[in-house]
């Protein structure tokens, strides 16, 4: 299972710390990934991390602006995001898979059922 946490209403400008974290089992050689999704837009992908080497990978869209990071003590991954912006609105979503050492091409692809519940971000202007 995947909990998702800290999401609320901030700032333009701002920031935030996402958690997710797992029970029931341990990020072990698993990429755990950050997506959002707004009503009506497709799902999309915001950065990814490896549990076995710390390799991550961000969208365009993020990049400078958000780090993702991990806790394996904790079996928590996080996002920090830095410098929020209106359109960073919606629901963000953690998802984990198993993997092998790394970050695979194209990541965003890789992941299956696993997934956490949520957490609502709101950025005002």
């Known amino acids: 299972q995947l909990v998702e946490s800290g999401g609320g209403l901030v700032q333009a400008g701002g920031s935030l710390r996402l958690s997710c974290a797992a029970s029931?089992?341990?990020?072990?050689?698993?990429?755990i990934g950050w997506f959002r999704q707004v009503p009506g837009k497709d799902r999309e992908g915001v950065s990814c991390?490896?549990?076995?080497?710390?390799?991550?990978y961000y969208a365009d869209s993020v990049k400078g602006r958000f780090t993702i990071s991990t806790d394996n003590a904790k079996n928590t991954v996080y996002l920090q995001m830095n410098s929020l912006k209106p359109e960073d609105t919606a629901v963000y979503y953690c998802?984990?898979?198993?993997?092998?050492?790394?970050?695979?091409?194209?990541?965003?692809?890789?992941?299956?059922?696993?997934w956490g519940q949520g957490t609502q971000v709101t950025v005002s202007s």
């Open positions: 998802a984990a898979e198993v993997y092998g050492l790394g970050v695979p091409p194209s990541p965003f692809d890789h992941f299956g059922d696993n």
């Open positions: 029931g089992f341990t990020f072990n050689e698993h990429i």
């Open positions: 991390i490896s549990s076995s080497d710390g390799s991550t």
